[in-house]
């Protein structure tokens, strides 16, 4: 089980953007937003609060603790 649960993936295809184009706003890799979403990498508070200002969302809507 990941040990952060998140809705990244929900909230990015709400703004009709694919992967690489919330990476390029948020100034990393489309393979890291793909880790993320997937639950493989468990992102630095500051790529989770770039996310979140990205997607316009509050970082606890987007990110959660699973069970």
Do not use: H
Not at 36 to 62: C, H, K, M, W, Y
């Amino acid at each position: 089980m990941p040990e952060l649960g998140n809705n990244i993936r929900a909230a990015r295809e709400e703004c009709g953007w694919t992967q690489a184009e919330l990476a390029a706003r948020v100034g990393v890799s489309r393979k890291t937003i793909n880790t993320v979403e997937n639950g493989v990498f468990v992102p630095s508070t500051v790529i989770a609060l770039r996310i979140a200002r990205a997607l316009d969302r509050p970082v606890e809507a987007l990110f959660f603790l699973p069970g």
